[in-house]
């Protein structure tokens, strides 16, 4: 059998093109995790061995704008014979990813607001997840192909697919045989779903709910996955307004999550520390009942919610109450300013925290 | 002692009955390749028809190796979806062109791909034909009975799977045309970002606000766009004498304009993009009054105008020799030639006076 391929799709923020192989990040705390769990604890196996998990990075897209902004912009301020621009252009000269609006919400922005990076983004995706199908098709004739999407990364994810499987690639009269029609992925898991929040009125794009991107049975042109698992904290603002909660879906899961172990409990690490979160992954991308039904009972009966030293969980406990007052406040159709207000606030908290 | 080895047999039997005697998972190849059934050795078996793409002779060939199959009894309802899946896909072969395959045979599986979906022997999650009234689990084959329960599981498996890498064959060359055109979408944007004209956030904002200009189809980048206040620096030239040129720092607003883009080759984005464009523009020096003008550019480095300058306070901008502007790239370009230029020129006016004198 050729490898399961599992794709992590980051959300906003600095991100490397290795980012999932990162110390404490996804693919680590995956690993970490399985190992309370008795299949993964058997001496000399490497129970990932037909997993390959991959890395897909679209933060340079963001990067490399705003650093020609910055460039251009400073090229400007530095020479600018006449003064007159120096404060005009001083704030895009300054750009730095030190700042929390340049690394994380000029990301957002520039998904969302300009249709220009928007689609330079996707194709970036599009072509990281085809050149990864075309080399498991070369290996072994077939594909088995997962997706973990966080945050941003989700609505990146959501759009990416519905194109992938949806528009006319070739250069000539071939038909697109990564359609659904012909092929589809296995499992699409989406930790803090913003695809509906973040769904644009693209020519070529539906809302989340009417995209392609949904379970369904095989050679359904309507549906690209076999199975659909939407996870949210229930104290993580992000994916609050416009919530993902779709109706009828077969084989759909959807699984609330409230444990505070680390500050930031938006993070996809943090995410996966959750039974209720990793359980399922590794059940359906490592191998089947990985996790035993006992284990997992076992397991998510003897997760507490507030995890660490004395010290973080009195934090943690205070952070949680205004996280939670902070969603408590949070409409369903709550605008896009509002909403970007609301994280401010957010990130605030765990500054605070801190 | 007689009890601790009766609860090393009460394990014993928990830790059997918690394993399945059988358990498969996605994608298992549970019969080794030089198994009669294996694809590898179908490759050797229908050669000639892989050869002349009759799909739909193979694939009756498969029905007729499973219809005969004595590991079944024949009303299993594994088996007999299985049978009725390969029953589907022959129907939909019967429709594939192969006179026209004969001639062209890249017309008539995209033809076929086109019109018919082939996606049936696809797993996902343990389940074949998922979400189908014919749909088999892998719970299914694992809880078989009977005779050689675990040969049918896996006869079952095997023949579904290598059904799904003949398909997976079949469209290859349709794949990698896909994937290609994926890659070639991928250069087109990466080379519009890298190589385009730059933009400054709100020249992007505008942009993705015209309806006309907004890149709707994610295959291309956009054909143009529009120059809204984007700064940049220049150099201005006086225009009095080649010989006698003065050069002065400004910074150009280029107020508005617009720029346009082609393709060498749209097919191959590889042979490059070009563009061009025109913009008004207002031009500002520390030594003089603003003046205006127009700037038309070719690609990232060609780019020169005029601008008039009311300098002597006249009250009439375009009554005095206006300034040659030039992009600052194209400045420093020709600034590191210039020496050789002016050498050149001044040689061939001495032999032009020598000839004249």
């Known amino acids: 059998m050729g490898k399961h391929l599992l794709f992590f799709i980051h959300g906003i923020g600095i991100h490397e093109p290795s980012w999932g192989e990162e110390l404490n990040g996804p693919i680590e705390t995956l690993k970490t995790v399985s190992q309370q769990y008795a299949y993964f604890q058997q001496a000399g196996q490497d ?37 007159v621009f120096k404060d005009g252009l001083g704030w895009l000269a300054t750009a730095s990813d030190n700042d929390f609006w340049w ?62 499987g949806t528009s006319h690639w070739a250069d000539g009269p071939y038909a697109n045989v990564l359609a659904p029609s012909h092929w589809r992925f296995q499992n699409i898991f989406m930790v803090a779903n913003t695809s509906r929040l973040l769904q644009t009125q693209d020519a070529e794009m539906k809302p989340a709910y009417d995209s392609i991107v949904k379970p369904g049975p095989l050679e ?95 934090k943690a406990k205070d952070m949680a109450a205004q996280l939670h007052t902070l969603t408590g406040e949070m409409a369903d159709d709550l605008s896009s300013l509002d909403w970007i207000k609301k994280l401010l606030k957010f990130h605030q908290i765990m500054e605070t925290a801190r | 002692m007689k009890r601790s080895w009766w609860c090393v047999q009460v394990l014993g039997f928990w830790a059997l009955m918690a394993t399945p005697v059988l358990a498969f998972d996605l ?62 896909l022959i129907e939909r072969f019967a429709n594939f062109d192969q006179a026209l395959a004969n001639v062209d045979d890249k017309q008539a599986f995209e033809k076929f791909l086109t019109n018919y979906p082939t996606g049936l022997f696809q797993c996902g999650n343990r389940t074949y034909f998922s979400g189908l009234p014919i749909q088999v689990t892998f719970d299914e084959l694992e809880a078989l009975k009977g005779d050689r329960a675990e040969d049918r599981a896996k006869d079952f498996l095997f023949r579904a799977q290598t059904v799904d890498r003949l398909l997976n064959q079949m469209k290859k060359s349709s794949r990698e045309a896909t994937i290609q055109g994926i890659r070639n979408a991928a250069m087109r944007w990466q080379l519009f970002l890298k190589e385009g004209r730059s ?38 030239l006086s225009t009095h004498s080649f010989k006698d040129i003065r050069a002065k720092q400004s910074l150009l607003v280029d107020v508005v304009g617009h720029t346009f883009y082609w393709w060498s080759n749209r097919d191959d984005p590889s042979q490059g993009l070009s563009y061009a464009g025109i913009t008004a523009v207002a031009s500002f020096r520390d030594d003089m009054r603003p003046g205006i003008g127009v700037m038309a550019h070719y690609g990232r480095y060609v780019n020169g105008g005029v601008v008039w300058r009311d300098s002597t306070n006249s009250g009439h901008m375009f009554n005095q020799s206006p300034f040659f502007v030039i992009g600052i790239d194209l400045f420093r370009f020709a600034e590191y030639k210039y020496p050789a230029y002016k050498k050149q020129y001044e040689q061939w006016t001495d032999k032009v006076q020598d000839f004249l004198k």
């Open chain 2, 199 to 236: 933009q400054y956030p709100w020249e992007a904002f505008i942009n993705g606000l015209d309806p006309t200009i907004r890149p709707e189809n994610i295959k291309f980048p956009p054909s143009r766009q529009w120059i809204v206040l984007h700064p940049e620096l220049a150099v201005e």
């Open chain 2, 27 to 88: 994608g298992d190849c549970p019969t080794q390749p030089f198994d009669t059934r294996a694809y590898e050795q179908l490759q050797g078996r229908f050669a000639d028809q892989l050869t002349s793409n009759r799909y739909a002779d193979i694939f009756l060939a498969l029905q007729h190796d499973a219809e005969n199959s004595t590991l079944w009894s024949h009303d299993e309802r594994a088996y007999t979806s299985l049978l009725q899946a390969l029953a589907t």
């Open chain 1, 103 to 164: 690394s994380h919400l000029a990301d957002l922005a520039m998904y969302r607001c300009f249709p220009l990076y928007r689609q330079a983004v996707r194709i970036s995706v599009i072509k990281q997840l085809a050149d990864a199908i075309e080399r498991a098709y070369k290996a072994d004739e077939s594909a088995y192909c997962s997706v973990v999407a966080h945050s941003m990364g989700t609505a990146v994810a959501h759009d990416c697919l519905h194109l992938l």
């Open chain 1, 47 to 83: 129970r990932f061995a037909n997993v390959e998990c991959i890395s897909v990075h679209y933060d340079e897209v963001f990067r490399d704008t705003i650093a020609k902004w910055q460039s251009d912009a400073s090229s400007i301020t530095a020479f600018d014979p006449t003064g």
């Open chain 1, 220 to 314: 359904d042109p309507k549906s690209y996955c076999f199975a659909y698992w939407n996870f949210r904290h229930e104290a993580d603002p992000v994916p609050f307004p416009r919530r993902f909660e779709p109706i009828g879906w077969t084989n759909y899961q959807n699984e609330v999550v409230r444990h505070c172990y680390e500050y930031n409990v938006h993070n996809l690490s943090h995410y996966l520390l959750h039974p209720r979160v990793h359980i399922p992954i590794l059940n359906k991308v490592v191998a089947h009942l990985a996790v035993s039904d006992q284990e997992k009972i076992k397991a998510v009966d003897a997760f507490p919610q507030f995890g660490g030293d004395v010290e973080f969980i009195q």
